[in-house]
């Protein structure tokens, strides 16, 4: 019995839409199949491959034109993406006798959306965003994840007065993800030096997964 495959045009949309389509039509195949998925920029099919890979599918991209690719996810096996990742969104009871919530390790993650830290002076924000940077490596108890989005995407860029401490902060573990549209609407796409790219999904996944958000 031949495969399905589906077919999803999703050139022109901006992240996560390519993403969360093509998780839709996994679920859709409700068995072994292949999403083939239609992008108009790099970043979309490395959200896509990361996507595919992170769910276990085998994933192939070709480039069709000079801005045109097709990202193929294939699966062997029937994918409950959407119930699947609902329910693990929900609040589990711990059971009777097992360890509270209170006594689990925290999740900070530290969102960044600009340059500047505060209001007032730009030249004086800059300042105090390189120090915040450099104090959270000095913390005891580091970020699980820094998130760096809109302006905030240039500190993890060549050039940056960050760069070095946010590479220290990757080296010790801590996962540093900057938004790949921001990147491509700034045109600092090629200049990114640590960390990820990531999308605006994953963005919100880390976000609502955390059991505390720091915005300096």
Known sequence: MAETTLTID??????????????KALAALAGPGSVE????????VQNLTRMGEGKGCTVASERLGEKEWRVTVSTSVALGVSDAEAESATCEV???GAPSAAASPRRVVVAITSECMGTGDDVLGKKLMGSFVYSLTQLDELPACVLLYNGGARLSCEGSAALEDLRGLAASGVEVLT?????DHYGIADTLAVGEVTNMYVIAQRLTGASLVVRP
Do not use: S, Y
Not at 10 to 23: D, K, N
Not at 179 to 183: D, Q, R, Y
């Open 10 to 23: 999703a050139r022109g949309e901006a992240c996560p839409i390519p993403v969360v389509r093509t998780l």
């Open 179 to 183: 938004c790949g549209t921001c990147l």
């Open 37 to 44: 998925t239609l992008v108009d920029n790099e970043i979309a």
């Open 94 to 96: 711990p059971a009777p």
